[in-house]
Structures are given as structure tokens and as C-alpha cells.
């Protein structure tokens, strides 16, 4: 196999999907979250009449929808590199997961699709109720589409309901496709992380505003919506993530091992604050670690006992290192999001929170925090899955294409040109619209826009001035 320093085609292609795979979760997770968002201002405005959260609701579908077509767009690209890159996944795989990313198509993204129209366009057109219905729907729909693709994703952790003949996989049970072991631990934790990264991002908005003292209506309801959101989610997060680990510690030993760098299953394992994993060596450097803790939290037993990396072959042993930190980033960043949302509510119920400006004004730079935490999250599931791209039927080497190293160098180069062109262009048209804050929706219908092409102008319009 073709090499350069010490990078091989299989490697290279995995740093390609990984790359455009980082870009494309980012926007649907926000999506979800954010049509969630949408359908709730819309409600309270349906029921309440009170008309800053009708503005406020106008203000994110502008952004949603800059975001929806940055992840239509960077998820198109994950099907040419299976195509291209990965031919070998789609041809032993493909009869499993195939109708999966097809049923997505036909119900959620057709159903979001169908009343995106409206939702976009129909402000001050429609009756209330067929606009706020048509936003529910919408919000329906893209949780919908993250239902399909988590049990995709799942089922290549946990894979479930097939038969193997010459080599192939075949659909037994499709009960047991979609709903495989892992699916309902990572699809409530992933939509709980996309629900914490939308909160985050209208938060700092409305703090940002706060601080300025502008919108104070809009701003109010966006940090009180954002504060309340992460008190309730994030602990839950927590008590969700303890049933997935119990769930990944029955069917992926060796990712559990990987992430708390536990090498001998011997003995009680320690809770790894820090250490410096070595895998040659087999043994942790500079390790900074609490006696039999990792056994409780693992295993719900002081002196439980789980199997240590040793237990594998290496063959079998996810990379350490990168599943190891990026699983302590991810814990300390919903730490961190539990710290804001409990000091916000209590600021909040003291009624000293529009007065803190020490809280207010760090909290407006806050939004990466659930993206951050997103991606780290992504990071501990997808390289602990190594070396197996479908846990136990197929190894991530066999699934590659018959593709040169040059011609995967130079899709990967192309992309990341393309990616910093596009992407760079669709955030600063985020930032810019943020910036400028909501807006009153004109009174007079004809002054809205008709067509998509007619929205994009208009967004180009208020980003620039």
C-alpha cells in the first residue's frame, strides 16, 4: 500500500471523512436544536400574542436556514466519498444500511422539505396557526432525520438483525436493524448534545445583546430560554451518558478501556484524572489517578472488575491517546455547561442576572462550547470504534477502495479549499446577521420575500449593512 511519511491510503481516506464528517455534524446538530427552538417561540407567540418572540422567531429561521443548506450541502459530499473512497463498506454493507439513509430521504427529509416553504416564506401570508404548525413539523422532521442516521451510525457500533453470505451482508430483522443495541443510548444522547449546543449558541446571542443593551425583550427570553435549557439538560446528559457507558462497556469493551487508559483488568480500576497513555510500552506516564473510582463509575462497583487493554490483541486496541483526551474534554465541557446554566438560574432567581455583567459578558463568547463538546464527543465514539468500521463484521483497513494515495491527497486538498471558501462565507453571514440582531417583521406582505432566491438576497442584504 502507498505510503508518505508514514501516512497510508486507508489513513489518508480516514482523515478525509473525518474532515468533511466534522464540518457536516456540526450543522445538523445545530439545526435540530434550533428548529426546536422555533417551534417553541412560535408556540408561546401562538398562544401568548406577545410579539417579540414572532420577531425573535423570524430572526433564527434566517439563520436555520443558512444552516440547513450548509448541511445539505456538506452532507452530499459523504455519499460521494463512500462511493469513492470507500466502495468496499457500500459493497459488503450496503444492503444493510442502504435502505436506512433512504428512509431519511423519504420521510424526514421530504417532510422538512414540504413545510420548509412556508416556514421560510409564509411569515404574515399564512393564518398563525398554519405557520406555527409548519415550524413544528419542520422541527419534527429534522429530529426525524437524526432518528434514521443515529441508527446508521449505531448499528455499525452494534450491528444487529443481518446474515452474512459470501462475504455480504443481508437484512434479517429490521426491527432489530434500527432499534440494534446501542441506538436508543446514542440517539438520546445525541440529541440532548444537540439541544445543550443550540442553547449555548442562543445564549451567548442573548447575552451579547444584554450586555449591549439592545433587544432587552428578545435578549431576556433568549438567555432565560438558554439558562433554563442547560440546568435541565446538562445533568441529564450526565445520567444518559452513565447508561451509554453501561451500554459500550457490554458491547465495546475495548473503547471503555481505551477512554479510561485501563490496561490491567485484574484489579479495580482507577479513575485516570491524567496520564500520558503509551501503547508500545503498554502503560500510562505522568498518570494523576483516584484508586478504585473508575470501577465505581464504570461498573457501579467499588471493586468491579472490567477488562483492561491488555485483554485484547493490539489489532483490536482503539488508538488510546486521542479517545482518552478527547473523552475528558468532552466530560469537562458538559461540566462546564452544568457551572453556567446553575449560576445562571441562581443569579436569576436572586433577580441579579441582567446586573451581571461578570457572568453576562464571558457568556457571550460561550457559543463554541456545545460544538466543541459535540465534536469531542463524535471523536470518543468514531476512533474508539477502531479497527473495525462495522464492530466485529468489518475492519475500517478492508473497507477502503482500490483508490491511489494521490488521488485521495488531492480530493482531500480540493476539499479544503472548497470547505474554507463556502463555510467561511456561510458563518460570516451568521455572524453578520447576529450582529445585527432581530428585526420587526414588515407589515406590508409584499415586502417579504417570494422566492429562495428572493430570501437569499435579503439575508445578503441585512449581513452587509
Known amino acids: 500500500m502507498e505510503t508518505l511519511a508514514g501516512v497510508d491510503t486507508t489513513l489518508l481516506a480516514r482523515v478525509q471523512f473525518a474532515f468533511t464528517i466534522a464540518f457536516h455534524i456540526i450543522f445538523p446538530s445545530f439545526t435540530i436544536g434550533l428548529s426546536a427552538f422555533i417551534a417553541t417561540l412560535e ?38 466519498q463512500i462511493g469513492t473512497n470507500w466502495s468496499r463498506f457500500a459493497e459488503i454493507i450496503g444492503n444493510t444500511l442502504g435502505p436506512l439513509f433512504s428512509y431519511e430521504v423519504l420521510t424526514a427529509f421530504f417532510l422538512e422539505a414540504s413545510f420548509l416553504g412556508i416556514m421560510l416564506f409564509g411569515w404574515n401570508r399564512f393564518p398563525p396557526w398554519l405557520h406555527t404548525l409548519a415550524s413544528v413539523i419542520v422541527a419534527f422532521g429534522t429530529m426525524l432525520s437524526g432518528f434514521w442516521i443515529l441508527s446508521a451510525n449505531s448499528w455499525m457500533h452494534t450491528p444487529a438483525g443481518f446474515a452474512i453470505e459470501n462475504g455480504i451482508t443481508y437484512p434479517v430483522d429490521w426491527s432489530d436493524i ?69 451500554n459500550t462497556l457490554e458491547h465495546q469493551p475495548a473503547k471503555i478501556a481505551a477512554i479510561e487508559a485501563h490496561w490491567d483488568g485484574s484489579e479495580p480500576a482507577a479513575l485516570v484524572l491524567f496520564a500520558w497513555p503509551d501503547k508500545e510500552a503498554e502503560r500510562n506516564h505522568a498518570e494523576i489517578a483516584i484508586p478504585n473510582l473508575g470501577s465505581l463509575i464504570i461498573t457501579h462497583d467499588w471493586n468491579g472488575r472490567f477488562k483492561g487493554l491488555r485483554d485484547f490483541k493490539r489489532e483490536d486496541r482503539p488508538p488510546v491517546a486521542p479517545v482518552f483526551f478527547m473523552f475528558r474534554l468532552m466530560v469537562g465541557l458538559g461540566l462546564l455547561m452544568m457551572a453556567i446554566g446553575f449560576t445562571g438560574v441562581f443569579l436569576w432567581w436572586r433577580g441579579r442576572l441582567h446586573r451581571a455583567t461578570w457572568f453576562l459578558r464571558p457568556l457571550s463568547h460561550a457559543w463554541p462550547v456545545g460544538f466543541m463538546a459535540l465534536l469531542a464527543g463524535w471523536m470518543v465514539t468514531e476512533i474508539g470504534r477502531q479497527s473495525w468500521i462495522a464492530y466485529g463484521v468489518l475492519r475500517t483497513a478492508d473497507a477502503v477502495s482500490p483508490v491511489t494515495f494521490g488521488s485521495v491527497l488531492i480530493s482531500l486538498a480540493l476539499f479544503v479549499l472548497v470547505y474554507c471558501v463556502v463555510f467561511s462565507i456561510g458563518i460570516w453571514y451568521i455572524s453578520r446577521l447576529i450582529g445585527k440582531g432581530p428585526q420587526q417583521i414588515p407589515a406590508d406582505p409584499e415586502a417579504l420575500p417570494n422566492r429562495p432566491l428572493s430570501a437569499a438576497q435579503e439575508t445578503t442584504r441585512e449581513a452587509s449593512t
Not at 68 to 76: P, Q
Not at 185 to 198: E, G, N, V, W
Not at 238 to 246: E, K, P, T, W
Open 43 to 80: 408556540l408561546r407567540w401562538f398562544y401568548s400574542g406577545k410579539q417579540h418572540f414572532h420577531t425573535l422567531a423570524r430572526f433564527w429561521t434566517k439563520i436555520f436556514a443558512v444552516s440547513f443548506a450548509m448541511g445539505v450541502v456538506s452532507g452530499i459530499v459523504m455519499e460521494y
Open 178 to 246: 434500527i432499534f440494534n443495541p446501542s441506538f436508543p443510548y446514542r440517539f438520546t444522547h445525541m440529541m440532548i448534545a444537540t439541544y445543550l449546543t443550540t442553547s449555548l449558541v442562543v445564549l451567548a446571542a442573548g447575552a451579547r445583546y444584554m450586555v449591549q443593551g439592545r433587544f432587552e425583550a428578545e435578549a431576556r427570553t433568549m438567555v432565560h430560554m438558554g439558562l433554563g435549557m442547560l440546568a435541565i439538560l446538562a445533568p441529564l446528559q450526565a445520567v444518559v451518558g452513565d447508561f451509554h457507558g453501561l
